[in-house]
């Protein structure tokens, strides 16, 4: 996709023109690609990703209605891709990356790749921090396994450091986890807010909880949305999504609010399989969806 092949209307201003790829002394809020696949527990073309979500934000203008916000007011930046960011190297390679950009990347923004990536940039964003920080996660799926693959970041984040209690985890779904990770889950003191929860609480109610657990430590805090928290049917280029996850809009909701608290220092959008995507490109669609709701969040942290 290109935009040469989109309508060009200069009142219509696209949100992908928004972002700048020249060096920023200090960015609102900066997007930068982690295409890792190589650890992925089910084959993946997730590394084809980012490259998509750039292109699908050109389909979007820079103005969001419910919120009364216009993108074009921020500086956002374009990193591009961290190369290779798979296994100890490669996650080596995204920490350095990522502490070495602090501060001036602003709120950030990690586009996946797969799930193992909240290990590396989460690290990569808190450094010393680690021991007051917190995260959160959308995900239908604990990520608690043994190993080094997409199913282990969150327990490889809390043996390098992190506490178990500052950890909320929303969305996880019957039939996506084993007991054995589920009596993990417990024993590290995890807040898990199952699927069937959201289906009584409004996204507004679980976030403004999981914000004040994570945020406890007073340390930034992380948030993984793992596009398979999804129901499938809206989600098809997510391998592990199923049916009866949260809806789309429910993740739109959950990236704007958690982007606009101040705790809230960066996003990985993970496990989005963009060679696999239905016709229309509806995943790749929401993931991009989620950059600029969250950056329509940030937008209102001073509004």
Not at 146 to 165: F, H, K, M
Request: glycine share 8%; proline share 5%; aromatic share 4%.
């Amino acid at each position: 996709m290109s935009s040469t092949t989109l309508p060009n209307d200069p009142r219509w201003p696209r949100a992908g023109h928004l972002f700048s790829s020249a060096d920023e002394s200090a960015a609102d809020l900066t997007l930068i690609g982690v295409p890792a696949w190589r650890t992925s527990i089910s084959a993946t073309g997730a590394h084809a990703t980012p490259a998509a979500v750039r292109a699908a934000l050109l389909r979007y203008s820079t103005y969001s209605a419910e919120h009364g916000v216009d993108l074009a007011t921020m500086r956002l930046v374009d990193a591009g891709d961290i190369e290779e960011p798979d296994g100890p190297a490669g996650e080596k390679r995204v920490m350095t990356r990522l502490a070495h950009a602090q501060p001036n990347l602003g709120f950030l923004i990690a586009l996946g790749g797969d799930n193992s990536i909240t290990y590396s940039v989460a690290l990569g964003v808190w450094g010393e921090k680690i021991s007051q920080a917190g995260l959160i996660t959308l995900d239908a799926h604990h990520d608690l396994r043994d190993g080094e693959t997409n199913g282990s970041p969150v327990r490889r984040l809390i043996e390098a450091g992190l506490a178990g209690a500052r950890v909320v985890q929303i969305g996880i779904a019957d039939y996506s986890n084993s007991p054995e990770y589920a009596a993990r889950a417990r024993d590290l003191g995890i807040t898990v807010i199952t699927r069937a929860s959201l289906r009584t609480r409004s996204m507004a109610d679980v976030i403004s909880t999981a914000l004040a657990i994570a945020g406890a430590g007073g340390g930034p805090i992380h948030v993984d949305l793992d596009v398979d928290v999804c129901d499938r049917s809206v989600v098809p280029a997510c391998p592990a999504a199923a049916p009866g996850g949260i809806s789309a809009d429910e993740l739109r909701q959950a990236a704007f609010l958690v982007a606009a608290d101040p705790r809230v220092s960066s996003l990985d959008i993970t496990e989005v399989d963009a060679t696999i995507d239905a016709p229309d490109a509806r995943t790749v669609r929401l993931a991009a969806l989620l950059v600029l709701e969250a950056a329509a969040g940030v937008c209102v942290r001073t509004s």
